[in-house]
């Protein structure tokens, strides 16, 4: 089985902090990804990355910023944390090429106050 | 840019009846995704549909994609409570499969 798992379910900061956000996955997967949820929104796409150190924006990177220096771990930083980034983010990966559900990890709903 | 809406967004059924979900999207794609969330939990892969006219079905829930119509639907049947949970569906253009966008969810209830 796909595992995929974040370093925090939650985490609590508070306004220009810098914030950490660890994902791990155990299959090899060429791609990953970080969204965030929020109700009524579904899943937006921050950043994703299909090779080590190699990244590409999603719909929403402003404010964050990501990194991959190994295959199995993408983070996810905030530089400066704001209210508005209190949310629920989640990390995914998947094979590269055409077709490849994505397997999503825990969640980590971080409070920014 | 790719647009995905369900719905309705929430819906409560009684145990025992059917019902669909609708998934229209506004590019040309023919991979579509069914995740479905239980609340506090990640999101569960349930179905992977690749081609105009897929079916797939796994127990009560069957789905279907037509590309030419840009719509997929999720069919309930015979609903029982453990179906309750929120389904997304999710869609990646046909340039790029990394660019996968999210609908909003559809949060079903099923009573008994």
């Known amino acids: 089985d796909v595992k995929v798992t974040q370093s925090s379910r939650y985490l609590v900061k508070r306004t220009g902090e810098k914030v950490f956000l660890e994902c791990v996955q155990d299959?090899?997967?060429?791609?990953m990804f970080w969204y965030r949820q929020d109700p009524g929104l579904g899943l937006r796409l921050i950043y994703f990355?299909?090779?080590?150190?190699?990244?590409e924006k999603g719909d929403i990177p402003e404010g964050y910023s990501v990194s991959r220096e190994k295959k199995e771990r993408f983070s996810l930083i905030l530089e400066s944390a704001s209210t508005n980034q209190t949310s629920m983010y989640l990390c995914?990966?998947?094979?590269?090429?055409?077709?490849?559900?994505?397997?999503f990890g825990p969640g980590t709903r971080l409070t920014v106050l | 840019e790719l647009k995905v809406e369900q719905n309705p967004l929430f819906l409560s059924m009684q145990e025992g009846k059917n019902y669909t979900i609708y998934c229209n999207y506004s590019?040309?794609?023919?991979?579509l995704y069914w995740y479905r969330q239980d609340p506090g939990k990640s999101l569960e892969s349930l179905f992977v549909?690749?081609?105009?006219?897929a079916v797939k079905q796994e127990g009560r829930l069957m789905a279907s994609l037509d590309t030419k119509a840009r719509l997929s639907t999720l069919h309930i049947t015979a609903a029982v409570h453990d179906l309750s949970a929120t389904y997304f569906c999710?869609?990646?253009?046909?340039?790029?499969?990394?660019?996968?966008?999210f609908g909003a969810g559809t949060r079903l209830t099923v009573k008994p």
């Open positions: 549909l690749l081609s105009n006219g």
């Open positions: 995914a990966s998947s094979l590269a090429g055409l077709g490849n559900e994505q397997f």
């Open positions: 590019t040309t794609s023919d991979r």
């Open positions: 299959m090899d997967h060429e791609n």
């Open positions: 990355s299909y090779d080590v150190k190699m990244k």
């Open positions: 999710a869609v990646a253009p046909w340039y790029n499969n990394n660019d996968m966008r």
